[in-house]
Antibody
Framework: QVQLVESGGGVVQPGRSLRLSCAAS????????IHWVRQAPGKGLEWVAV????????YYVESVKGRFTISRDTSKTTLYLQMHSLRAEDTAVYYC?????????????????WGQGTTVTVSS | EIVLTQSPGTLSLSPGERATLSCRAS???????LAWYQQKPGQAPRLLIY???SRATGIPDRFSGSGSGTDFTLTISRLEPEDFAVYYC??????????FGPGTKVDIK
């Protein structure tokens, strides 16, 4: 069973940078894609980015394009989210979540494993 | 962009009652790419349903999903105390790649 543990959150001033990490264990790291999903205080879930199992494809929500970069290091079985030019509206709990890929029935299996989250606060 | 709308915003029910949660999409969504999640306070979301109607591993059979096109439903046949939580629907595949609905809170009446 895959386990995901996020780290790297903290308080940062607007315009500064921060890098989040998501350490994976328990399964072949290179066999699945991984997402970042965030949740602003008291709000719902917002998908942020995804990287494919081999790192060859990345996708982002429009609001973070050009500011955030998702990457993965197979040797360290770790996912990263490099965040630049942070804004107050980036304040949230950031979760990494494993992509469940596709089952034999052809259905996408959703985000089937989640970390516990790391909190990012952007404030002066 | 596909927008997901969930109703009601809050559902107040008693343990043992049936809960019916709605998720409506602004454009047709393939059943293949519709999922439901449960989130309790202070916890990460948990996958309940994928493929619109398939239960994820370990999910009790009192949870069921149905629907197609633009209208999807999550049903909890008999609410247990641990089911009081917020529920989100999610679609995958249209720009943005993934979107969540705003959530339905199921609370104790």
């Amino acid at each position: 069973q895959v386990q995901l543990v996020e780290s790297g959150g903290g308080v940062v001033q607007p315009g500064r940078s921060l890098r989040l990490s998501c350490a994976a264990s328990g399964s072949t790291f290179s066999s699945y894609g991984i997402h970042w999903v965030r949740q602003a205080p008291g709000k719902g879930l917002e998908w942020v980015a995804v990287i494919s199992h081999d790192g060859s494809n990345e996708y982002y929500v429009e609001s973070v394009k050009g500011r955030f970069t998702i990457s993965r290091d197979t040797s360290k079985t770790t996912l990263y989210l490099q965040m630049h030019s942070l804004r107050a509206e980036d304040t949230a709990v950031y979760y990494c979540a494993k992509d469940g890929e596709y089952g034999d029935d052809g259905n996408w299996r959703g985000m089937d494993v989640w970390g516990q989250g790391t909190t990012v606060t952007v404030s002066s | 962009e596909i927008v997901l709308t969930q109703s009601p915003g809050t559902l107040s029910l008693s343990p043992g009652e049936r809960a019916t949660l709605s998720c409506r999409a602004s454009q047709s969504v393939s059943n293949t790419y519709l999922a439901w999640y449960q989130q309790k306070p202070g916890q990460a979301p948990r996958l309940l349903i994928y493929g619109a109607s398939s239960r994820a591993t370990g999910i009790p059979d009192r949870f069921s999903g149905s629907g197609s096109g633009t209208d999807f439903t999550l049903t909890i046949s008999r609410l247990e105390p641990e089911d009081f939580a917020v529920y989100y629907c999610q679609q995958y595949g249209s720009s943005p790649l993934i979107t969540f609905g705003p959530g339905t809170k199921v609370d104790i009446k």
